[in-house]
Structure formats: C-alpha cells, structure tokens
C-alpha cells in the first residue's frame, strides 16, 4: 500500500521492519562462530549455522528493501503488537533450523528448544551430555537475546520513529534515561556487566570459563540452561549456589531498580515494593520448604534442607529454573504445590523473569486487603491507598486495580487451560499443573514430562504456553486479531480487484 | 511617599488602611470590579479597575516615578512580571512582592525584586510558635526563620532573676538584646542585672531557643 | 558521533510543548517535559520516550531534580506569559542554561526578558507572517 511516492505505509512498513529484525536474527544466529577457535573440534558444524544465519540476513535485507531510505508513516491500528510477535515468531523458527539441520532433532523439538530459549524459560529435550558445545553456547545467546528483548536490541541500534510503540508493545514499560536509544543502551550494558562478574565469580568457585559464562548468562535471563544435566546440583558447592542465588535475584529485578542500585541509591531501592516482596516471600517459603523438604525425606540434615530450600524457593519465584535437588518427581504433594505457587507469582516486572510478576501480586493482595478493611472501617474515614514505586507512591485508581485483578484472571485461565490438556495427554493433575506453571511463567523446571520423548502433543502446549507467557499473553492475543484483519482486508481488496477485472 | 498596590484581596484592604494612616499617596490597580467599587466607597484615592500585569493598564494608573511598588496577586510569576514592569519601564526603585513558595523569595531578589515576602510561610512560622510555646513567652521568626526573636516574661521563680547578664551563660547562639523595665528600655551590658517582672528580648536562633527560654525561664518550653 | 544530542527540558505540555517534545525525542535528543497537570501528557504523542515530570515549573527544587544544571536547552511552553518569563529569567540568570527560549502570547513583554538573550517566539507574529505569506494581498 504506497501512498505518495516516498511514504511507505500498512503492510509493506510491516514488512519492512520485519525485514531488518530478521538481519538481526541472521547476525544473532552467526554469533556462536565467534567461539569456535575455543572448541576447533566442532568446525564441521559451522554450516549448520552459516546456512540459515545467511540466508536470514539475505532475506531480510530483500524484505527490508522496499522501506530502505523513505519516510516512514503511521503505523496503523495495531501493526505495532503484530511486528512484535511476528517478529518473536520469526526468530524461533530460522534459530530452529541449526538445530533440524542437525538431524537430531525434528520440527517440533526443535521449535520447542528455541521457543524455550527465546522466552527463558528453560525446558529443554537437548541432552546436554551429548549435546556440541557450540550448540550450548547457542542456547544460551537466545536466552541473552531474549532476556532482554528482540526488540530492545533493535532499538538500540537504531532510532527510529516508531522505536518507542514497539519497544512499548514487547512489554518494557520503563525509562532508565529520557532517551530512547540510551536507555536500551543502558539496560544492555547493566546486563553484560553483571554476566560478566558472574562468570568470573563462578570461575573463582571453580567452574571452567565455557561453564561460567553459559551459567551466568542463565542465570542472569533467569532462563536456566544449564551445561550439566543435574543443573548446579551437579557442583554440589555452597559457593557456587550462593553466586547463582545472588544473580537469579538480580535477573529478576526490574532494570530501573537496578539503575537504582547501581548509583548508590539503596534506600530507595529496597523501599521498592518488589524488592521487599521477594525478600519477604523468599524468607517466608525457605523455612516451609525446609521443613517440607525434610519431611519428606529428601534433605539429610536441617542445614541441608534450608540450603536446597532456599535455592528452589528462589529458582521458581526467579523463574529461572536451576536445580540442586535429583528430581521433583519424587517431591511430594505439598513439596509441589508449594513451587507452583511460586511459579505462578514470579519474578519483578521490566526484567527477564516471567510469571505474574510481583507488582500484580502485591497489588492484588493490597486490594484484598483493603476490600477487607473498607468492610470493618467507620465510612468516615479517609485512607490512601498506595504503592511504593522507585519513583515514589502510586495512588492506585479503581481502573488500575481492576486491570491487574484481570490480568491475573486471564493468566490463571491460561494455565488451567494448559494443564488440561497435558491431563488429557495422561499426565497427572499434580504434575500437569507443575509443568505447565513453569512452561507459562518461563521458569524451566520439570517433573519429567518433558523430555526428548515426550508426544508433539505435549511439547506444542508447553511451546505456546512459554511463548505466551514470555509475551504476557495480551500482546499476543491483540497481534492475532491484528493478524486476522489484515488478512480480511487483504481478501476483500482481492476480491474488489478480481470484480473490477471480471466486468 | 507615593506608593502603588497591584492586585491582592484582603491583604489589599489592610495594607491599604495602614499605609493611608501613614499619611501616604496611593494609588490601587486590581482586576475585580466588585473589589475595586468597595475600594473605591471605603478609602478615598484612585482605584484602577484591570489586569495589573497589561502595560496599558499601568498606562493608565500613572505610576510614573513613584517610590514604591507592592505585588501582591496570588501568583508568583505574575507577581514577579509586576515588579520588573514597574522597574524597568516606570522608574520605580523599590518593589515589593509577596510570594507564595519560600524558595522563590532568593529567586526574586537575584532577578531585581527589593523585596520579597513569602506570607504564608512567616504565618505558619508564627503559628506555630504561638501554639506550641506557653504564654510567658511570645516569639517571632525573622529573616525567614533563621533568626527568632524571643519576648520573655521574668517573675520572681526564674533562675535569672537578681542575677547579672556577665553570670549568664546563653552560648554563642543567643544575645539579650533588651530589657523592658516599666516604662525603661535598658540597653544592657555585662554587669546590668536582671530584676523580677522585667521584660527581656532575647534574640536566638532557632535550634537554641529552646536552651536558652529554659535557661532564662527554669522550664523547657516545647 | 558521541554526543551531539542535547539535554532538553520544555515546562508546559501545551501542543506546543507536546509537538516540540516528540519531535526531539525522535530526533534522538533528551528531552524532559514539565507540567503541572498530568493529564496534560496525554498529548505528547506515542514515539515520545523522554521524561514527564508534574509538577510547578518554577519550582527551583523541582527545576534542579530534573536536572535544570545540565541541561543545554529550556524551553518555556505554558500558556501564561508571566511564568514563561520567570522561567526564562531564572533558567538564564540562576542556572545559566546555553539556549533559552520563551513562547510569549503578548509582544509587551519583550521587555521583561530583554537584555539576556532569551529568544522569543511569538505565536501570533508568526501567525499573521504566515498569513502575508500565503494571502494574494500585497502588504
């Protein structure tokens, strides 16, 4: 649709942007080469990798093509939520083709694997054991990339006048500096420091350079990939569990808080209603968990069962998704029932975690709260009702309360919905709703129904579940409608064309 | 002295009295008409119905080369905008407005204004004093509350009664400036002494008043 | 390359203001936008990604936490001359801003600001410029 003769606008700007963000991809799926002189030994896979990451880059500079060098117009309804989860879409089915060009893996397993590493959730059918090491590290750049955002990162390398509804519609709400670029810039940077202190931390507790930097850079996404297959409980180290609790918790906060931390404002930092959430809940649930843990046999002594308390409280609320305990099949009901909770509640909203997320949990719980007292107080009586945010208090509106009390009921159907059909697929009730909690919150533990064997059936759910929950269901569901009427227009203006053409 | 007030409502109508009991020229310009009549009936001299702020408005009033301007409309901006008009285009030297944010009273001295009086502010000051002090003892904040000047009431139970100023020991905070005696008002010196239903004012700051009233009067006052 | 982009603070979410704000913020410049209704954001438009800050334009201890000392451009949008003035006059003056600007209604003004190299920008001269411009009278 070109109106005037360099204006670009509707479908063909929809293209366009698609077009770079698919460059993007291609440079993205390059990247692991960079690694390669470390392990030479795995050089005869490098075409699995400059196949497709080539081929991306040269579509998407062809579909890029038409827009390069004209003004761009208004994107129109809600094309923005469209580019967003287009764009999400593309990403995990080119990142899916190293994966099926090695023949290990088919269609579904593959597009399960990245959707898994692009919303950091951390689920995986990939046996790490055998698996090539570039093909780790290629794991854990989609959690890096995902982490932060697709189109955070495209962002940041180009101002563009549309920058700010896309990087609105991929969920960041928050404005570390008041420039757009800058900001993106300085959420990127926040990031690789922190996973670079994190590999040398845990390179000083003894893992080699190749395990640091994968753990880190998991541990940061709150993804949870992990380069052994029984997850940090393989190093049975305080050391290293205390370094992995520390940079979960970071994943998880949200980017302005950490700004926050960064310049030295701690007080305003921990008055934040998050970071004082999670610190609660995680000092609430570790001694529960313990005394869960050894009631049910699987922790030897009190100290242990405060140790893996306290690290599964917070790898299911992080939504990251390590492990130090053998397995949760063999948790019992409340063990269960307990991390699904915190699953579900998730970590702070505007970082890498997944889940409800905590503001919309506090706020919920508030609102209960003060329905309760508006019940038992004298009418009279005046009372202001807030949050604390970074930058202040926020006086919740009725309208803001509803929103949220929404959103958490639209969440709960979505996971109702997904446990049903891993039910039906003959799972447990128990652990269909373990899984499907970590598949929408992204948090990547498993009770065993996931696995490398498990029916398409099963991994398709678990692969919309771990997109939508990474896309916070909404964005998803405006770009379908989006989709639909595109599609709609599309068909009736063929069909005024082919009238035109039939008289 | 040839004095003109721009704006302002019952701060106007007082100010107005006071000054006109000084036996001084005024002229009133003000943008509410029912005000102005009221003016007008009430005191004897010019009232100019306008916008204070609008160059023809000031045409009008004829305050070329008067001495004293006084602003007193309730917003700061507009306050600040009178004051610079009347220094600038109608040669009046002194200028006076009142403020409404404590902080804009340096603003507007840096930017020409002689004088700027944040109201509000030296009310709550004094309020508060007032409320929470007892009643021997009467206090004013000046100077925006840097300094308090204290009225203090001697009776024969204070510790300071019979003694002499030079045994006193007030800190460097503190001074007594003056001591009101019947009808005398003592400038006092180091061996001046101290008699029973003297009146003293003590200048102090704030952090020490408390010191010091408890010192002179034997009691802290809150 | 580094940094050419410059710290901008408009007080006033006039159109004016809004318009100016979203124009810079695309142009890749900071910008922080003051008024002192929050409503009044509504009109920035959607590619806006600066600051929005409620609050009294000439409050200086609001002027300085949104960081009136580094910034390289203040904008004074509001509708009301008299604090566009005062802005103008303390952001000169006071915090010694590189370019100030003033949107004033009333051309009588002028005075108030003259002599500090304010610059001024008179929406009704310019109106009525545009109108000789585009009109077939000959003035």
């Known amino acids: 649709m070109e109106n005037g003769r360099n204006e670009i606008g509707g479908r063909q700007l929809v293209a366009g942007y698609l077009g770079v963000v698919l460059m993007l991809i291609g440079g993205i799926i390059l990247l692991p080469l960079a690694a390669l002189p470390a392990f030479w030994d795995e050089v005869s896979m490098a075409r699995y990798f400059t196949v497709p990451g080539v081929a991306a880059v040269f579509a998407g500079y062809v579909m890029y093509l038409p827009i390069k060098g004209r003004e761009a117009l208004r994107l129109t309804g809600h094309q923005d939520a469209l580019i967003v989860v287009l764009s999400w879409v593309l990403a995990i089915v080119f990142c899916a083709v190293p994966f099926m060009m090695t023949g290990n893996y088919d269609f579904t397993q593959a597009v399960f694997e990245c959707t898994s590493g692009w919303s950091t959730t951390g689920l995986s059918v990939v046996d790490v054991t055998r698996c090539p090491r570039i093909f780790l590290l290629y794991r854990s750049i989609m959690l890096f990339f995902g982490g932060v955002g697709l189109v955070l990162v495209m962002v940041s390398v180009l101002s563009d006048r549309h920058g700010m509804r896309l990087y609105s519609a991929e969920g960041h709400s928050d404005r570390l500096l008041p420039n757009l670029v800058k900001s993106a810039r300085m959420i990127i940077a926040i990031y690789m420091g922190y996973i670079l202190s994190g590999t040398l931390l845990y390179m000083f507790f003894g893992m080699d350079w190749f395990d640091g930097l994968n753990h880190s850079i998991a541990a940061l996404s709150t993804g949870g990939f992990s380069t052994k297959a029984e997850s940090i409980g393989y190093y049975d180290s305080l050391g290293i569990e205390l370094v992995t609790i520390v940079l979960m918790l970071l994943g998880c906060t949200n980017f302005l808080a950490h700004l926050f931390l960064i310049r030295g404002k701690l007080k305003t930092f921990f008055r934040y209603c998050e970071v004082r959430f999670m610190l609660m809940i995680c000092g609430f649930f570790t001694p529960v968990m313990a005394v869960l843990l050894l009631y049910a046999g699987l922790s030897g002594n009190v100290g242990q069962g405060f140790r893996d308390g306290l690290f599964q409280v917070v790898t299911a609320l992080t939504t990251t998704g390590f492990q130090t305990v053998d397995s949760f099949a063999a948790f019992s009901s409340p063990l269960l029932l307990v991390m699904t909770l915190l699953m579900l509640v998730g970590g702070g909203t505007g970082s890498t975690a997944g889940g409800i997320k905590q503001i919309r949990v506090w706020i919920a719980l508030k609102s209960l709260y003060w329905s309760m007292r508006s019940r038992i107080s004298r009418k009279r009586t005046v009372y202001s009702d807030s949050i604390q945010k970074l930058d202040g208090k926020e006086f919740l509106t009725a309208r803001g309360r509803l929103d949220t009390l929404e959103f958490i009921g639209v969440y709960l159907s979505v996971f109702m919905l997904g446990t049903m059909v891993l039910c039906m697929c003959g799972f447990d009730i128990g652990d269909s709703m373990f899984e499907f909690a970590s598949a929408l919150g992204t948090v990547g533990l498993s009770v065993g129904i996931t696995s490398y064997d498990a029916s398409p059936a099963v991994l398709w759910t678990e692969t919309a579940g771990m997109f939508v929950g990474r896309l916070e269901i909404y964005v998803v569901f405006v770009a379908a409608v989006q989709l639909g009427r595109e599609i709609k227009h599309g068909a009736q203006k063929r069909g005024r064309r082919w009238k035109k053409y039939a008289r | 002295m040839r004095i003109a007030v721009a704006g302002g409502k019952t701060k106007a109508d007082y100010l107005i009295r006071m000054l006109l009991s000084k036996g001084h020229e005024l002229v009133v310009i003000n943008d509410d008409r029912e005000y102005c009549t009221y003016l007008c009936q009430t005191h004897r001299i010019p009232v100019i119905h306008g916008d204070p702020c609008k160059l023809y408005v000031m045409d009008e009033a004829g305050i070329d080369g008067f001495d004293i301007m006084i602003a007193l409309k309730p917003s700061d901006a507009d306050n600040l905008a009178i004051c610079q008009t009347a220094k600038r285009i109608y040669h009046i030297r002194k200028t006076v407005a009142v403020v409404g944010n404590p902080k804009s009273v340096d603003i507007f001295k840096r930017l020409g204004v002689s004088t700027a009086i944040s109201a509000t502010y030296m009310i709550a000051g004094y309020i508060e004093q007032m409320s929470t002090v007892e009643s021997l003892v009467n206090s004013l904040p000046l100077d925006q509350g840097n300094i308090v000047i204290n009225e203090l009431m001697i009776n024969q139970n204070s510790p300071v009664a019979g003694r002499k100023l030079c045994d006193m020991e007030l800190g460097e905070d503190a001074i007594i400036c003056c001591i009101v005696r019947g009808s005398k008002i003592i400038v006092p010196k180091g061996q001046t002494g101290i008699q029973a239903n003297d009146k003293l004012l003590v200048l102090s700051t704030p952090d020490s008043q408390n010191r010091v009233i408890g010192l002179i009067m034997g009691r802290e006052q809150a | ?139």
């Not at chain 3, 007080?11 to 009044?40: P, Q």
């Not at chain 3, 949107?103 to 500090?116: A, F, M, Q, S, V």
Request: negative net charge; contains cysteine.
């Open chain 3, 1 to 139: 390359m580094w940094n050419r982009k410059k710290t901008i603070i408009i007080a006033g979410c006039s159109r004016f203001g809004a318009g100016l704000a979203g124009e810079l913020s695309e142009h890749g410049d900071d910008v922080i936008i003051i008024d002192k209704d929050n409503d009044a954001f509504r009109k920035l438009p959607p590619n806006f990604s600066g600051f929005q800050i409620v609050g009294n334009v000439t409050d200086p201890d609001l002027l300085e936490d949104a960081g009136i000392g580094n910034a390289s451009v203040v904008v004074a949008a509001t509708d009301d001359d008299n604090i566009n003035c005062m802005l103008a006059q303390m952001a000169r003056r006071i915090y010694d801003v590189g370019e100030v600007f003033a949107r004033l209604n009333d051309t009588d003004k002028e005075h108030l600001i003259g002599g500090l190299n304010i610059k001024a920008i008179y929406p009704a001269r310019l109106s009525i410029e545009k109108f000789k411009e585009l009109s077939s009278i000959a003035f």
